[in-house]
């Protein structure tokens, strides 16, 4: 190739874009999200909880209902393969790696195991408006404790996670079920668990159930009986129940809420006699008498049979954290803000791993759609940082000299910093209004000569800029800055801030 043709090649530059599905978070929004996560460890900890943190990638064998596929198993999850030809996997939630380190390292941890967590998980799905493929869970999980306690005590935890965000009672409620009994109704309309196709089945309807709050009784009834097309078209196939047991199944969904002692009466005229069904009514029957004995009244924890949960792992109580406020939806309607976190039992998870039940309760909050709704409720503002003043470097000379002041500063409690770069004053000033900065610090060689330094007060200059016509008249503003003693300027800053 000749050397003229080489010249008119364009040197290729990567587009700045972040990938689908993700997104950047800066500022305020990292703030409060930040803020959220370290006021519920806060209660976690209350409760006797100690933090976790695992590995973002597991290998995909460990994150049960997402097995390999015959290529690659990438059906919900960002997977890759390594070197050694296995198959790992971003982790999906943050339950199933608690799985993996409960059974790797069982006989050193304490039993009950009392964990929370906090981070990122990733899911391979088609984003849309608010539905990322990456986002923030806070999760508290008891592993080793099979006793109806451990589930009732997750339940106050995250109602009293919900109080300390300043969520006033009635705008939120933990709604509770069992999937014991669940599983009595589907033998109580004479589904056979003994049939090839019957834990598909029993899947399909109890999603259906679940989706009771968005698509109304008949929506379900539809998904129980041959199947559903949505508004765009697609079909969702039923479960092929028939017009007896469809109506069995939509009594349960629609017993009405209101004392827990009525709701759970009116689920055990519905499972029979049958053994799942009995137990599970029990078991809602002692989580009761554990909130009623502690004050945690239906206001608070509900006791709600349309509730189901869509994982296929839970094998008892489970339990949805609604906020119960009217907000616009992704569709400019008025609606209920919705669910911000549930979890439940899952006795059977661990086993996989050990091969024997290692019984387990939790509960997973979503820290970005809880995040919307206390900025939606007005909770969300988070405590400000303080006032950060930024010392300017007009001779890079005294680079060493600015930095022994600024550290002055910090030792005194205040925030500071010096200016690193090498950019000429007006863009030191620019950068530290882009800072948002209350003060700057300016030592000039004159300055230095009589031991005093200028402070300018930006917060007070710009309140002041809409009169002031012209740059010499703003040089000349006594109350935009000021010249302190050097090494009175700590206490300056204090005043002025005070």
């Known amino acids: 190739m000749s050397e003229r043709k080489q010249k008119k090649q ?38 006797g909880f100690a933090a976790l943190d695992t590995s973002a990638f597991e290998y995909a064998d460990a994150l049960g209902k997402f097995l390999p596929d015959d290529d690659r198993p990438n059906e919900g999850v960002f997977a890759l393969e390594d070197d050694d030809g296995q198959w790992m996997s971003l982790r999906y939630d943050l339950t199933a790696p608690l799985a993996r380190y409960v059974a790797e390292n069982y006989d050193s941890l304490p039993k009950p195991l009392r964990r929370f967590q906090s981070g990122p998980v990733w899911r391979n799905e088609k984003p849309g408006p608010g539905r990322y493929r990456q986002f923030l869970q806070i999760d508290a999980d008891t592993v080793g404790a099979g006793n109806m306690a451990a589930d009732a005590e997750i339940c ?46 029993r899947l399909t309807i109890l999603r259906a159930m679940d989706k009771y709050d968005r698509l109304g009784l008949d929506g379900v009834e539809a998904l129980l009986s041959d199947g559903r097309k949505d508004e765009s078209g697609d079909f969702t196939k039923g479960a092929g129940l028939d017009a007896a047991q469809i109506k069995q199944v939509s009594k349960m969904v629609s017993i009405p809420n209101g004392p827990r002692t009525d709701v759970i009466a009116g689920m055990e005229r519905l499972v029979g006699e049958t053994p799942a069904g009995q137990q599970g009514i029990a078991e809602l029957r002692d989580m009761d008498a554990l909130f009623e004995a502690l004050g945690y009244q239906a206001d608070r924890l509900a006791v709600d049979a349309s509730i189901v949960r869509g994982l296929g792992y839970y094998t008892g109580p489970v339990y949805e954290i609604e906020l119960t406020f009217d907000a616009v939806d992704e569709n400019g309607e008025m609606a209920r803000f919705g669910s911000v976190g549930g ?90 209004d882009l800072r948002g900065a209350r003060l700057v610090v300016i030592e000039g060689e004159d300055e230095r000569k ?30 935009a800055q000021q010249q302190v003693p050097r090494d009175g300027l700590a206490a300056k800053i204090k005043e002025i801030l005070g």
């Not at 689908?20 to 806060?42: C, K, P, V, W």
């Not at 599983?183 to 668990?193: F, M, P, S, V, Y």
């Open 10 to 47: 364009k040197k290729f530059k990567p587009k700045a874009r972040t990938p689908r599905g993700f997104r950047d978070m800066a500022g305020d929004e990292l703030s409060l999200q930040q803020s959220m996560i370290a006021t519920i460890s806060s209660v976690y900890e209350r409760y």
């Open 156 to 201: 106050m935890m995250a109602a009293d996670c919900m109080d300390a965000l300043g969520i006033a009672r009635g705008n939120y409620l933990v709604r509770i079920n069992n999937r014991k009994i669940m599983d009595g109704l589907l033998q109580a309309i004479g589904l056979d668990a003994d049939t090839v196709d019957y834990e598909n089945r």
């Open 343 to 432: 979890g439940g039992r899952y006795d059977d998870l661990v086993k996989r791993f050990k091969g024997v039940e290692i019984p387990a309760t939790g509960i997973s909050i979503g820290v970005s759609r809880l995040a919307a709704a206390l900025t939606l409720l007005g909770k969300g503002e988070t405590a400000k940082a303080d006032p950060l003043t930024v010392v300017l470097v007009m001779d890079k000379e005294t680079r060493p000299d600015l930095m022994q002041l600024v550290q002055t500063l910090r030792d005194e409690g205040l925030r500071a910093e010096l200016y690193i770069g090498d950019s000429a004053m007006k863009a030191q000033l620019r950068y530290a």
């Open 450 to 479: 009589d031991g005093v330094v200028t402070l300018k007060d930006l917060q007070l200059g710009k309140q002041q800029s809409a009169n002031i016509e012209d740059n010499a008249e703003w040089r000349a503003s006594a109350h």
